[in-house]
């Protein structure tokens, strides 16, 4: 008997749970518990981690998963090289489903830079207005920038947020271009600071960039274990059937 388990917390995962419920399929989706109300979804849900790949091994085994699909966000590296592992000492066939990484095209102005130390280096020492569009884990490495304003737009309220200047939106996606350039224009930024998350649900911000021709830094996926990888929800859905 095929049992699944989903790594969600992105829009091809939710894409994928209604496909998986719209079967039948045994499934369960799992959200890391980043954000205070995750969307709900088709299908038995848990929140939170498994305890590193050694927690994560012995839950595919209490569980009896057959098949896992890594759909966490580009970015999520560390659950993604535990599902590697896990998969590997179980024996489980292991898929990714994994959204094309963003391209610079004409107009843009880009700075490819392959980690966050790299992104707070490129960005100037004082003076500039700098969108973060990163999630909030590390906003606070640009803390060594203190010269700089920072704009952050985030799921959750953050707090107390750790920049001496620094102003917080509250909105959650998908994001369109006429909203980005509302956003950057009244905030007057001068700099775009982006993980390559890849998708469209995102992508708003950097055409807003090239029009504005505001100078982006774009930081590059960490690397991840070879594995299985689709690019839409019915590659997996073939992989599963097969």
Known sequence: ????????GTTEASALARALAGTGADAVFSYAGRTDAPLAQ???????????AEGLTAWLRAEGITHVIDATHPFAAQMSHNAVAACAATGVALAALERPAWQAGPGDRWTCVPDLAEAVAAVPKAGARVFLAIGKQHVADFARKPGNHY???????????????????????????AGDLVLMRDHRITHVVAKNAGGSGARAKLDAARDLGLPVVMIDRPAIPPRARFGDVASVMGWLAR
């Open 1 to 8: 008997m095929t049992r699944i388990l989903l790594l969600g």
């Open 42 to 52: 088709p299908l038995p849900t848990r929140v939170g981690g498994f305890g590193g």
């Open 151 to 177: 704009l952050l737009r985030l799921v959750d309220p953050p707090g107390v947020l750790p920049l001496p200047d620094a102003t917080a939106v509250v909105a959650r996606g998908p994001f369109d271009l």
